[in-house]
């Protein structure tokens, strides 16, 4: 929790707080230098290993002034080290799912496009109210209204189709998550008909494959789909029937941190399964919501003439892999051969995990009747040690620059450095959401980000 911005909240009068009166019932939500905020609004219940149950309206008034809790998952500190995040921002809840609503506090006269944010963390880690990935910047400046929404991970949302468990369960409570934006958002002055899904690695890929659930057509129109490792996404079945046989020992009722505890013995019991071990929980084709693999294709193309299309990737995606792994290094710094051995490593894991299969989408997209622009994030490629990793887009997108101040991914970089950079990212991504066009080439420089349509 954000200590400051609680106390704010509890000195304010009840009376003059924000309230937005919507088919979920009113909705009480406070005030946040220049932006409002409705924040830990429950969209669904859960029962474990069951899909979600969207929240009824609720005749009492609902009180959204907490941050969102998280979804139940393990510390992994070495993530915690990168983004600068405490250990102490991982409170969280079991039993229901929630979201944040963020949106300037001025009027206006027409609704607002609705960006929804899915955060990454490899469907194993993050939330969506972390203090790193605020959105309040992206909602003031751009003049958009902002959802934040927080799912299951790991053997809870992205494990199933074994001993009568669903699999998908994460992916269903982002369409849960969706269809309260679409019924509720008009009444808190958004454009349902104007929603923009964003998501970085995790996030990105879930909104990929968004694209191709049932259940989502209408819910929204544009995806950008940043760092999305699609290379991965593909040819999982044996390795989670694997991961199913393990799972498969732990009861329903079992204590929460027996569930955790398993999570990280099913993950550990895969790991000769190649690149695809790095993110062993995820999507799985052929279990609802989602196609089989073989006609997942032939699913894309019939998407792609209702949905705008945004991807990309970052220079020197899997140098934080290299970073935070202590053998590989040990591998770079090994005198002489270490730092050219480790780039050479970097860039064929990036191409095969993250470029490759991002162009392959894109085009995919423009044949089948869609529009889309691909963009490549070059800002701090070659900076030792991260240099344009994975996740070196979250700075310039998401958070006040004072929320990265412990963040070893860009320490050393002063505040008004992620301002400056940050501020065109932000209307980059913004101008897409609100019409699902670019120009047909423009960077963001220099040597930031560079995009262009595909045709």
Aim: charged share 20%; aromatic share 8%.
């Amino acid at each position: 929790m954000r200590n400051d911005e609680l106390n704010d909240r509890a000195e304010l009068n009840d009376d003059d707080a924000p309230r937005f009166t919507t088919p979920a019932g009113e909705i009480i939500g406070w005030r946040d230098r220049g932006v409002i905020r409705a924040t830990g609004i429950r969209y669904a219940r859960t029962q474990r290993f069951c899909g979600p149950k969207d929240e009824p309206p609720s005749a009492a008034p609902i009180q959204g002034t907490e941050w969102s809790p998280c979804s139940p998952q393990n510390i992994i500190p070495e993530l915690n080290a990168v983004l600068g995040i405490s250990a102490q921002a991982f409170s969280s809840c079991e039993g229901a799912l929630h979201l944040s609503v963020t949106l300037p506090e001025s009027p206006s006269p027409m609704p607002r496009p609705v960006m929804v944010w899915i955060h990454g963390g490899s469907y194993v880690f993050g939330a969506g109210d972390l203090p790193v990935f605020d959105v309040r910047p992206l909602a003031l400046e751009q003049d958009v209204i902002v959802v934040a929404v927080t799912y299951r991970l790991g053997l809870l949302g992205f494990l199933g189709g074994y001993a009568n468990r669903p699999a998908n369960l994460g992916l269903l409570d982002m369409i849960s998550a969706l269809r309260w934006v679409n019924t509720n958002i008009a009444a808190m002055g958004g454009d349902p008909a104007n929603v923009t899904l964003f998501g970085q690695s995790a996030g990105g890929d879930a909104a990929a494959h968004l694209m191709i659930a049932e259940g989502t057509e209408g819910l929204f129109q544009r995806a950008i789909i940043q760092s999305a490792p699609l290379g991965i996404s593909r040819g999982r079945a044996k390795m989670y029937a694997k991961m199913s046989q393990q799972a498969a020992t732990v009861n329903d009722d079992a204590p929460l941190e027996d569930i955790l505890r398993l999570q990280t013995q099913v993950a550990e019991s895969v790991r000769n399964f190649g690149l695809k071990a790095a993110m062993p929980f995820g999507t799985q084709y052929g279990h609802y919501p989602l196609p089989t693999e073989e006609e997942a294709d032939a699913a894309w193309r019939r998407a792609a003439a209702k949905i705008d299309l945004f991807i990309g990737y970052t220079a020197e995606e899997n140098a934080l892999f290299v970073v935070i792994s202590p053998s590989l290094m040990r591998l770079r710094n090994t005198p002489l051969v270490g730092e050219a051995l480790s780039r050479a490593m970097v860039a064929v894991t990036t191409r095969k995990v993250y470029i490759r299969d991002a162009h392959t989408f894109a085009r995919r997209h423009v044949k089948a009747g869609g529009r889309a622009y691909l963009y490549r994030l070059d800002w701090c490629k070659g900076r030792y040690p991260f240099g344009a990793a994975h996740t070196i887009d979250l700075p310039l997108l998401l958070g006040e620059p004072s929320s990265w101040q412990h963040a070893d991914l860009v320490k050393g970089v002063d505040e008004a450095t992620l301002l400056e950079r940050g501020q065109p990212m932000r209307a980059l991504w913004a101008d897409f959401a609100r019409t699902g066009q670019l120009p047909a080439t423009g960077h963001i420089g220099p040597q930031v980000l560079e995009w262009w349509e595909v045709s």
